[in-house]
């Protein structure tokens, strides 16, 4: 019941329907993976010998420090600063920078992070919320109105739901506000040094990775086919092409422009951002366009520390951060589960996946209700992670029959004290240090390369998070002036008996909780060690309910790896659900990487995806 490893795959785009990211729960919207054939398909990998025989590979393990990111060079600048005596969150500050740079297909300096820190001194977790808010000038009523002439101009019937190109869904990057929050609270070096890596590459160049040239190539074609969105298209292209192309597998790809922007960030520190030079490029772009944040949005803006919460599951307390991310549901699933016997019903079992399946879809309803900026919306949280609520959830799983009719619960008897009314694609790294901090960060344009829209001169793109708000004046995350949006990406912590034990993610927009259940259970409850729990075939469940304003489709649709025993895939259909059994990476599951943390050998075992360009580096 385990996967085999799959051959090489190419990604393709689907723009047709911009709002597939939100059916679908891929990795970077827009990214639509559709499997190749290849001249050696008789041969399969070699065997291994040690481990799962499925395994990719053996855990990266070292004493000092580590690093495991989605990229190579990535990595080895992060170890690059722990070798020179910085602070984990100092590497973690420079892998940032260089995801920023080699892989502009997820994440870039326009983008939002969030983070998790592991503080040895203090003994504490530490959350930051770096994510950026809407135009203070741009009401519910005009961006209404805005939407609706968006697409005309398009030559497209409007929607109830924001597009995912053009200046409308562009909110103010907060992941530069995210390095510097976290640079005074726990950096040794100086930011200069932990930039320096990026600011090289950036000059000299470096060779695109195979899926970051695949999925380059289909953002591409997408922005090309619905350019109309886009108010000005000419600055990206400038950026991000080379001889009128996109990068191909292993060609140099340069970006001086966005070299001189993080050269004048490590001179001039954040406010060179948010307050200097850069931000009346990036306010006079939008100025000249005709919408979006002005100069006063990114002056005003400032991430917050927030306080991780968490569940306990079968002796693991599991960290994640408050909404306005979606981190909680995955809290609410591992809730649900551990009032099944998982391991006794046996890995990769129907009923262990009617079990996960029926309990993130549980999560999901209370997702697309509950879950939006806490500053304009108050969810009942403890209402929705305690045990009680868990309780009388589950019984809405019959692990025989899939329940068609899910739809969000009732937290609020749960809730104690008084419950306010409320007014109202992604790249996971970690990185660990030899005095025992670790950070689970995670940074994200949303929807693949993001809005098509570029600041002249600045070497970067803007994201299209602000996709993700509502429409609908009724809803918790119905769009409004400084407000931020929904948001999926969502990195994790793992403590075990008051200690670390692993700081982890699993990117792909609304996959991440259905993709961190999957990680944890493989791990806690049938023993996999932490490449192996990553390497298993996973399920995605999708046509779920978002707080976008999508409406839920019936029991949704299974998308499963093709590792999965083929019976499987017939059982899910005789208990009630339509299935996919998917070849590559075509259903969006999503890239994982994770640092483990074995207290009795004081050492580090880290595990990247195999189904990405990944590599863990450590010390």
Request: aromatic content about 10%; overall charge negative.
């Amino acid at each position: 019941m385990m996967p085999a490893r799959r051959d090489s795959s190419r990604v393709g785009l689907a723009l047709s329907n911009l709002r597939s990211v939100l059916l679908t729960g891929l990795v970077g919207a827009f990214v639509v993976v559709t499997g190749i054939g290849t001249a050696n398909a008789g041969v399969s990998r070699g065997d291994r010998y040690a481990g799962a025989p499925w395994g990719s590979r053996s855990p990266v393990i070292a004493q000092h420090g580590m690093v495991a990111s989605e990229q190579p060079l990535a990595s080895e600048a992060g170890i690059e600063i722990l070798k020179k005596g910085g602070s984990a969150v100092d590497a973690a500050i420079a892998t940032s920078a260089m995801l920023c740079l080699t892989e502009p297909v997820l994440n870039g300096l326009g983008a939002d992070a969030f983070v998790i820190v592991w503080d040895p001194k203090t003994h504490k977790l530490y959350g930051y919320n770096g994510s950026g808010w809407s135009p203070k000038d741009r009401s519910l009523k005009q961006m209404q109105a805005q939407v609706k002439a968006a697409y005309e101009k398009a030559g497209m019937k409007p929607t109830e739901e924001i597009p995912l190109l053009g200046p409308l869904p562009v909110t103010v990057p907060g992941i530069v506000d995210a390095w510097f929050a976290l640079h005074q609270k726990f950096g040794k070096l100086p930011i200069a040094e932990d930039l320096a890596p990026a600011i090289h590459y950036a000059t000299v160049g470096f060779p695109v990775t195979q899926v970051v040239a695949e999925y380059w190539k289909g953002n591409w074609e997408g922005f090309e086919k619905h350019q109309a969105f886009i108010k000005d298209f000419a600055n990206a292209q400038k950026v991000f092409l080379i001889d009128g192309h996109t990068p191909r597998q292993g060609e140099i790809f340069r970006n001086p422009d966005m070299a001189h922007t993080l050269g004048l960030i490590a001179q001039g520190g954040r406010d060179a951002f948010y307050k200097g030079q850069i931000a009346h490029v990036m306010a006079n772009f939008f100025k000249s366009i005709g919408t979006g944040p002005d100069y006063s949005d990114f002056a005003d803006f400032h991430g917050e520390w927030v306080t991780p919460q968490s569940v306990n599951y079968r002796g693991y307390d599991v960290y994640e951060l408050p909404p306005n991310g979606q981190g909680f549901a995955t809290l609410e699933t591992l809730n649900v589960l551990k009032g099944f016997d998982l391991k006794k019903m046996g890995l990769g079992s129907p009923d262990t996946l009617m079990a996960e399946i029926g309990a993130f879809r549980l999560a999901a309803a209370d997702l697309s209700k509950w879950y939006a900026d806490p500053r304009f919306y108050h969810a009942p949280i403890e209402g929705l992670l305690s045990d009680a609520y868990a309780d009388q959830r589950r019984r809405l799983i019959d692990l025989k029959h899939a329940n068609p009719n899910i739809a969000p619960g009732n937290p609020l008897p749960y809730q104690t004290g008084v419950y306010p009314s409320g007014s109202g694609d992604t790249t996971d790294f970690e990185t660990a240090d030899s005095n025992g901090m670790m950070v689970s960060m995670i940074e994200s344009n949303y929807a693949g390369m993001g809005s098509g829209e570029a600041a002249p001169g600045l070497g970067f793109m803007f994201q299209d998070r602000g996709a993700l708000y509502s429409l609908d004046p009724k809803s918790a995350n119905v769009y409004a002036p400084r407000k931020r949006p929904f948001h999926t990406i969502i990195p994790a912590f793992v403590m075990k008996d008051g200690e670390p034990w692993m700081a982890f993610g699993v990117m792909g927009g609304y996959f991440q909780p259905q993709g961190q259940t999957q990680v944890l259970v493989n791990m806690i409850d049938f023993g996999m060690n932490v490449q192996e729990a990553g390497d298993a075939a996973r399920w995605a469940h999708v046509g779920d309910a978002t707080p976008a304003g999508v409406a839920a489709e019936g029991t949704g649709m299974v998308m499963l790896e093709s590792g999965f025993d083929p019976g499987i895939a017939a059982a899910l259909r005789e208990r009630g659900y339509k299935v996919k059994v998917t070849t590559h990476a075509e259903g969006g599951y999503g890239g994982y990487e994770a640092i483990r943390y074995h207290a009795k050998d004081h050492g580090y075992w880290g595990a990247t995806e195999f189904r990405r360009d990944g590599e863990v580096i450590g010390y």
